[in-house]
């Protein structure tokens, strides 16, 4: 499989090369913000953009006119870029999620079971540490997790909210705890993430599934079955 890689100077970008080169059924070809795409995308399978917001237009629109599947790691876009990714989804695959990592959206899964099968008894809570650059808090996953729990406790008219402690210390790449406490018990669910490697994986489970699959907009959960 050929994958092209959009953003692929960037921290990211240079995780997806060096995760690519372990495993022996892919070739990938770097393309840097900038570059044009145009001179590889004949000869690759799927595009994994890893870049910036501003490129998913014309990187998208290429996409679609050469019949590439489309992986999208990239996050912040406006409503607008958003509108176009729908858009760009009724002509071919795309994969988009804010985190990659496997075990991420096995948790986001368990949360959800768990929080359906415990029921009104349990107190809920989140916390998420991170390293201490890091400037957004809660996380994402942090407050995807929060979703899902509000989600569930809205289906039952249960007004709680949950919350969210975040820490910023040391060199964290990123844990996440789920709480769930109840009269003589407590339930954890916990992830751990100790590089970029777990989610640059992922990224190329999702490059590796999309590729065949009908037009539409896709997450890892689908890539995952867990849906």
Not at 91 to 99: C, L, Y
Request: aromatic share 4%.
């Amino acid at each position: 499989m050929n994958i092209a890689i959009v953003g692929s100077k960037g921290r990211m970008g240079q995780a997806l090369l060096a995760c690519a080169r372990l495993q022996p059924r892919i070739d990938v070809v770097g393309v840097d913000i900038g570059d044009s795409i145009e001179i590889v995308i004949g000869s690759i399978d799927v595009v994994l953009d890893f870049s910036s917001p501003d490129a998913i237009e014309p990187l998208s629109r290429i996409c679609a006119e050469e019949r590439k599947p489309l992986v999208i790691g990239t996050t912040g876009h406006s409503e607008d870029q958003e509108a176009i990714i729908q858009h760009r989804a009724k002509e071919i695959p795309i994969v988009k999620a804010t985190n990659f990592s496997t075990g991420v959206n096995t948790l986001f899964w368990l949360t959800r079971k768990a929080a359906e099968i415990l029921g009104t008894g349990y107190d809920l809570g989140i916390t998420e540490i991170h390293h201490r650059h890091k400037k957004d808090a809660p996380s994402g996953t942090a407050r995807t997790l929060g979703t899902i729990l509000m989600d569930v406790l809205w289906k039952r008219k249960d007004l709680r909210t949950v919350p969210v402690h975040s820490f910023r210390i040391g060199d964290v790449a990123g844990d996440h705890t789920v709480i769930f406490a109840g009269n003589g018990e407590r339930l954890e669910l916990t992830h751990k993430a100790s590089s970029r490697d777990t989610f640059a994986n992922g990224a190329l489970r999702a490059a590796q599934w999309i590729v065949g699959k009908p037009p539409g907009l896709y997450d890892m959960q689908d890539v995952l079955g867990l849906k």
